[in-house]
């Protein structure tokens, strides 16, 4: 529609822009309508506020000025011109937005008041009397399930525990079981017998040591033996008539090796004949044992003798009674002491006990127990240094100090051999378990028996199988037997044994499979069929 209209028609609206809104729009104003039109009539001002069309206040009417009609070059006649008006100010340029297509508003169409945008538009959210306590019913719900489920994951926790626990009391009530040889299927009958005899591989550490008497001459041997698997200690007491072989496969004693062959040749013949690893010598001259009950405080055991005097009128050394307690002079002197008459394994029986008394006073820290041996500034032999002494030392004292230990006599029969009951009572339970097979590379250990008649049948068998390569046991004599046998109590030493019997020249039907010695892998009992070449 033209916005300009005809000066003829009096009853057309007239119209005016004034300007444009915020989002560009023109904007026009309705000139009031005069009654009559009189072209000289002086426009007289109006101050009031009409309405227009649709019923909304208008602008207050202004008197129009320089209003005329004519020909002024401008203007044609009769043409009614607008004021002139100041130019829009300029709207701030925002960022193009995706709108609808904007439709002009005509000047006789008003314009959708229900135009809005969302911008124009603020929520107030209203506080509800209610929602306080709807908000406090979802926190203790919330907090409620949190703590089930807590609740429900310390219950597992608990029961994992429970689980954990019962499974570990399983396995070391079956470990002690088994220590203790109770387990059904895995111990014999004998061994469930005996309390504190573990069966199967038993952890031990052994070492020997030799008492040698400065002052009047001799030596006294004995083995200590720390069993870590039954928690026991002991000393095995060795006699000096103990039969061993030499290098050569000959027949010495124990204390003549000791004098001859020197600490690592007895310690091999002692492993040999007791078939048990021992790890180190201590050679312990009665001046240093002086020197040791001196540094652990004295010692307090039970004598079983009057030690007199180096006079025959003064008063003893050592008095027989309970609970004595020694200086390292006195614990020298009942060590070595042997009074007229009495067997050689009193003496020897001595000398254990005062072991024993230094063993409950010595430290059972193994450092400490270092820092001992190394105050004694005694020379030791390689196999065994200071820190590994004192570590043996420790173990031993540990178990002393609790009253788990004991002293034992090696059995030996006249002639040096080992009896039946010592393999049982000693080789098999304190110092082996059980003869177990060499390890590899190690010799075979062979018992031999003379039941020939023939005294020279023995010493020729051992030179024979020390020849080839055998470690030999002297299992002493025995009574007369028509044929040779060679014994073996192992399947897998079934080979050796075979072997051996080739070795002495004996015939395969001399092999069987038996009990052999305690300290043995393959028995030799010689009969009458040997022959000496």
């Known amino acids: ?43 007289q001002p109006s101050y009031g506020y009409d309405y227009d069309a649709y019923g909304r206040p208008a602008q207050p009417s202004v008197p129009q000025q320089n209003q005329g009609y004519g020909y002024d070059g401008t203007q044609q006649w009769g043409r009614e011109q607008p004021p002139a008006q100041a130019a829009p100010a300029q709207a701030p340029v925002r960022e193009a937005e995706p709108v609808a297509e904007q439709i002009p508003v005509l000047p006789q169409q008003r314009k959708d008041e229900r135009d809005y945008r969302t911008e124009q538009f603020s929520f107030i959210e209203e506080p509800d009397e209610d929602s306080e306590d709807v908000i406090d019913w979802l926190n203790f719900t919330e907090s409620r399930s949190e703590r089930r489920e807590e609740a429900r994951r310390r219950g597992r926790n608990r029961v994992v525990a429970l689980v954990v626990v019962l499974a570990l009391a399983a396995v070391g009530g079956v470990g002690y079981l088994w220590a203790a040889g109770k387990l059904p299927g895995l111990s014999s009958s004998s061994d469930s017998k005996k309390p504190g ?62 004098d001859g062959d020197g600490s690592q040749g007895t310690r091999e013949a002692l492993g040999t004949l007791l078939g048990t690893k021992i790890t180190g010598t201590w050679r312990l001259d009665t001046p240093f044992l002086q020197n040791l009950v001196d540094l652990v405080g004295n010692i307090d055991i039970s004598t079983d003798a009057d030690v007199p005097g180096a006079k025959a009128d003064a008063a003893p050394v050592v008095k027989k009674g309970e609970d004595q307690t020694l200086t390292g002079q006195m614990a020298v002197a009942y060590a070595t002491y042997k009074a007229p008459g009495e067997a050689d394994a009193k003496q020897l029986q001595r000398f254990g006990q005062v072991m024993y008394g230094v ?13 001992t041996v190394q105050t004694l500034a005694q020379i030791l032999d390689p196999s065994l240094p200071e820190s590994d002494l004192g570590a043996s030392l420790a173990k031993l004292a540990e178990h002393a100090k609790v009253g788990a230990y004991k002293t034992a006599l090696l059995p030996v029969q006249p002639d040096g051999t080992l009896s039946a009951q010592a393999g049982d009572s000693v080789v098999k339970d304190i110092l082996g378990g059980s003869v177990t097979a060499p390890d590899k590379g190690a010799a075979v250990r062979v018992g031999v028996s003379n039941a020939s008649g023939n005294p020279k049948a023995a010493d020729k068998a051992r030179v024979d199988l020390v ?56 028995t030799v009992v010689l009969g009458k069929d040997y022959k000496i070449k």
């Open 359 to 371: 063993l409950r006073k010595i430290s059972d820290d193994p450092k400490a127990a270092t820092i």
């Open 197 to 258: 005899v573990a069966v199967g591989a038993q952890k031990r550490d052994v070492i020997v040591v030799h008492l040698h008497n400065t002052a009047k001459g001799g030596t006294s041997t004995a083995l200590l033996v720390n069993n870590a698997t039954t928690k026991q200690g002991t000393t095995v007491l060795l006699p000096n008539t103990l039969a061993v072989s030499n290098d050569d496969g000959t027949r010495t004693t124990l204390g003549k090796s000791v």
């Open 1 to 43: 529609m033209n916005d300009r209209q005809d000066p003829y028609d009096p009853y057309a609206p007239q119209v005016q822009l004034v300007g444009y809104d915020e989002y560009g729009q023109p904007v026009y104003q309705q000139v009031p309508q005069q009654a009559s039109y009189d072209p000289y009539a002086q426009q």
């Open 467 to 522: 020849n080839g390569g055998y470690a030999v046991i002297d299992a002493g004599g025995a009574s007369t037997a028509a044929s040779s046998s060679v014994t073996y109590g192992d399947a897998g030493q079934k080979a050796k044994a075979e072997e051996v019997a080739k070795t002495l020249g004996l015939s395969a039907g001399a092999v069987k499979q038996g009990k052999a010695a305690a300290n043995a892998d393959v």
